[in-house]
């Protein structure tokens, strides 16, 4: 039994030493970019009222969230994602505020995916919200800050996909496939099976300005013929236009940010939270199988905790970002720096009140009374694993 309790249940898992340290460091290196935006921080609960993340919210399922009951019998569950968490906050302190608004958090996320999936359950997410700001101007703002966090990082080869929630509403709407059909092409384009996807389609009956624009799902895009092709074939089907003009211009807007060359448009793409309205993006890069970074536009999402305001967000998965760092050779540096004062017994007053006069000045000291099986060797081989700089022996 009391070797069991050292285990971790499935799904979660123990960070220590220096992968804690790394992830430490990472994370600061991408929330200063986020700052360097004019974002500031917030926290929001562990735990929520389960209707935060009700079906009508459009997040993750019921059937994956970890649920529990408070003393009176309220419903709660474990956050699966911290972006309506964020909206609920604000729509409750800044309710009647009337300029953009821009947050940034950092914290764990749960979801009880199936075993076989082989998903971790706990995860730390590191986002942004901009919201009150329905402009293009801002989705390119958004998505140039995911760029540059990326880019903080220390990750040099990735890829942002960009596309738009309207253009495979649209299309649904358009050739008036029931929600089982919209979930079958859903499915489909997710898992990346255009094969299966045309297969589909084809046994479909539809127009030929629809079905050519059907075949647009899952190409990556932006030349100007290629748009202009997309926006020809969708001119008599407005929201499909829309969306394919906001495409058009945001990849001008990003221009003045120059982050074209990690920017590219598949304009069907998909996401798993229903909540988007408008630009989705994802980041890729090698070592990954997933996204690292998934964010878009969702303009309705504070109308349920009654604010209306435009939003769009990102969220940066950090242990899938550590994990194609580690994979790719890119490692965090962890400073050395500090000191670690070896004492005997009669010299503790003298090593606590030097140990005291230099963390005063801002270092990082570590006392440790010395044991006489203990050579000095050994020591200082434990400062060098311990990314101390410095060692110092009282005798």
């Not at 309220?74 to 906050?89: G, H, Y």
């Not at 229903?274 to 994802?282: K, L, P, Q, S, V």
Request: hydrophobic share 40%; net charge negative; aromatic share 12%.
């Amino acid at each position: 039994m009391k070797r069991q309790l050292l285990h971790t249940p499935e799904g979660v898992r123990d960070i220590y030493n220096e992968e804690c340290k790394k992830k430490q460091v990472l994370q600061g290196q991408m929330t200063d970019a986020m700052e360097r935006f004019g974002y500031r921080m917030i926290q929001t609960p562990t735990f929520e009222f389960f209707d935060v993340f009700g079906k009508e919210i459009g997040t993750t399922p019921s059937k994956d969230l970890y649920k529990f009951f408070d003393r009176e019998g309220n419903t709660l569950v474990l956050r699966p994602d911290i972006t309506p968490s964020v909206a609920r906050a604000v729509a409750k302190y800044f309710g009647e505020w009337n300029m953009p608004i821009r947050l940034y958090y950092l914290g764990n996320t749960f979801i009880n995916n199936s075993s076989y999936q082989g998903r971790m359950k706990e995860a730390t997410q590191l986002g942004a919200e901009l919201i009150g700001d329905n402009s293009v101007e801002a989705d390119a703002e958004l998505i140039s800050m995911a760029v540059e966090c990326l880019l903080a990082s220390g990750l040099k080869e990735f890829q942002l996909s960009v596309g738009h929630a309207g253009v495979f509403k649209g299309l649904i709407e358009a050739a008036g496939f029931d929600e089982d059909m919209a979930g079958e092409l859903r499915g489909l384009i997710a898992n990346k099976n255009y094969f299966g996807l045309e297969e589909a389609l084809s046994k479909q009956a539809m127009e030929a300005d629809l079905r050519g624009l059907f075949s647009m799902l899952g190409g990556f895009y932006f030349s100007a013929d290629e748009m202009a092709r997309a926006r020809a074939l969708a001119a008599g089907y407005p929201e499909i236009l829309s969306a394919i003009v906001r495409l058009e211009e945001l990849h001008k807007a990003l221009q003045a940010y120059h982050v074209d060359a990690y920017v590219s448009y598949e304009p069907g793409m998909v996401s798993g939270y229903e909540y988007y309205t408008g630009i989705i993006f994802a980041g890729y890069t090698f070592g990954s199988g997933e996204p690292i970074l998934k964010g878009g536009r969702y303009d309705k999402l504070l109308s349920h905790f009654g604010k209306n305001a435009a939003s769009i967000g990102f969220v940066i998965v950090v242990d899938q970002l550590m994990s194609s760092l580690g994979r790719q050779g890119i490692e965090a540096e962890i400073p050395y720096q500090g000191e670690v004062i070896v004492y005997v017994r009669e010299r503790f007053h003298e090593a606590a009140a030097q140990a005291m006069e230099k963390r005063r000045q801002g270092m990082n000291v570590e006392l440790i009374r010395k044991d006489a099986s203990v050579g000095k060797a050994e020591y200082e081989a434990y400062a060098r694993q311990s990314h101390w700089q410095k060692v110092t022996f009282l005798e």
